[in-house]
Antibody
C-alpha cells in the first residue's frame, strides 16, 4: 500500500519561500507515475500546482509557474515543493499525491503565510 | 486552461434516493486516438484528503462501492450515487487530466435531506 506524508514548516512569512517534502513509502518513486502537488485554501476548492516524473520532467500551473519548483530525490524516495514570494493568498492545505488521476494522497499539511 | 463547471453547487437528497452531480468542461477531454475521456471524480469528507472514486470517466477505483457510477463523454459528465447512504455526505469534485494544468470543478456539496 503506497503512503505519502507531507512535512515542512506550518508558518511562512510573507515574501518568504514555502518548502515542503513528500515522503513516499510502500512503493518506489521511480515507478511509472507522475507525482503531484495540490493545494486547497481554507473552505475552498482544489488547485493543481504541478507534477514531476522520476526522470525530473515537470509540469507547472502557469498561474504559479514563475514561483514554483518541484524536485525529486530518488535516493530518499521523496519529492519536494518550493513556492517563492508567498503572500496570504498562498495559505492553504498542501497535499502531495500520486498520478494524473490521483489515486493516493497524503493527509495534507496546513501552511499559513503570516508575519 | 480547461474550465470545469459542476452543477449544482449543493444538493440535498433523501437516504436511499439517487444523487446526480454534473460536470461540464470548457473543451472536450476525449482523446480520439484511444477513445478515453480524461476525467476523474473525487469525494472529500471534512478534514480528509480527497478520495479517488472514478477515472477515465467511468472506471470505478478499486474498493469504491458500486452505487457510485460515472458516465458521459466529450464535455459533459455525470457522477451518480444510486442509493444515497449517510456516509456519502461529502464534497465531490471532478478533474480533467487531459492537458496541464489539470483543473478541478468548484465542488458539489452533498447533504442528506
Amino acid at each position: 500500500q503506497v503512503q505519502l506524508q507531507e512535512s515542512g514548516p506550518g508558518l511562512v512569512k510573507p515574501s518568504g519561500t514555502l518548502s515542503l517534502t513528500c515522503a513516499v513509502s510502500g512503493g518506489s518513486i521511480s515507478s511509472t507515475n507522475w507525482w503531484t502537488w495540490v493545494r486547497q485554501p481554507p473552505g475552498k476548492g482544489l488547485e493543481w500546482i504541478g507534477e514531476i516524473y522520476h526522470s525530473g520532467s515537470t509540469n507547472y500551473n502557469p498561474s504559479l509557474n514563475s514561483r514554483v519548483t518541484i524536485s525529486v530525490d530518488k535516493s530518499k524516495n521523496q519529492f519536494s515543493l518550493k513556492l517563492s514570494s508567498v503572500t496570504a493568498a498562498d495559505t492553504a492545505v498542501y497535499y502531495c499525491a500520486r498520478g494524473v488521476w490521483l489515486d493516493y494522497w497524503g493527509q495534507g499539511t496546513l501552511v499559513t503565510v503570516s508575519s | 486552461d480547461i474550465v470545469m463547471t459542476q452543477s449544482p453547487d449543493s444538493l440535498a437528497v433523501s437516504l436511499g434516493e439517487r444523487a446526480t452531480i454534473n460536470c461540464k468542461s470548457s473543451q472536450s477531454v476525449l482523446y480520439s486516438s484511444n477513445n478515453k475521456n480524461y476525467l476523474a471524480w473525487y469525494q472529500q469528507k471534512p478534514g480528509q484528503p480527497p478520495k479517488l472514486l472514478i477515472y477515465w470517466a467511468s472506471i470505478r477505483e478499486s474498493g469504491v462501492p458500486d452505487r457510485f457510477s460515472g458516465s458521459g463523454s466529450g464535455t459533459d459528465f455525470t457522477l451518480t450515487i444510486s442509493s444515497l447512504q449517510a456516509e456519502d455526505v461529502a464534497v465531490y469534485y471532478c478533474q480533467q487530466f487531459y492537458t496541464t494544468p489539470y483543473t478541478f470543478g468548484q465542488g458539489t456539496k452533498l447533504q442528506i435531506k
